[in-house]
């Protein structure tokens, strides 16, 4: 029954992004992380993200500005590969607490920590009026890709950090 929610989950949560454009990590990776160890949720949140960018590249890819796809995307992938990386290997660091909820004994570690705060953080700067006003030129386009990957191979959240 776990992979056919799964499975329904991430079927639904790729149509819905194709029209938002964004969203896949942030609604995928907390469902992974109920049924797999968050290293895994994440890997697999980026197992599906390839395959939904790369049906999506056949449907509309010849509308993208190649440009911004060069200088945004590939710090982007380079950057990803740090963030996993940087993921796998901080894997033995002990939890900052624990506690029991639900009749189960939850930890929290420092990756988990800091990805919560980081949604926490941009979030709020979403509901802040002046930062829906703050815009970058495009020379900022392979520093915004550095950023995004990152803490996508980190996190399995790039769109939304």
Do not use: C
Not at 1 to 22: D, K, N, R
Not at 139 to 146: I, V, W, Y
């Amino acid at each position: 029954m776990e992979y056919v929610i799964i499975a329904l989950v991430a079927f639904f949560v790729a149509i819905l992004t194709f029209f938002s454009g964004f969203g896949l990590g942030t609604i995928l990776t907390p469902v992974f992380m109920i049924f797999f160890p968050v290293e895994l949720a994440i890997a697999l949140t980026g197992v599906v993200h390839f395959f939904n960018n790369i049906y999506k590249l056949f449907l509309v890819g010849r509308n993208a500005d190649k440009q911004v796809l060069l200088r945004f995307g590939i710090p982007a992938v380079i950057a990803a590969f740090f963030g996993a990386w940087l993921l796998l290997n901080i894997n033995d660091v002990q939890p900052l607490f624990a506690y029991d909820a639900f009749g189960r004994h939850l930890k929290v570690y420092p990756v988990k920590f800091l990805i919560s705060i980081l949604l926490i953080i941009f979030a709020t700067m979403d509901l802040l009026p002046w930062f829906n006003k703050l815009e970058f030129g495009k020379d900022k386009l392979p520093l915004g890709g550095a950023l995004s990957g990152f803490f996508g191979g980190l996190s399995g959240n790039q769109g939304a950090l």
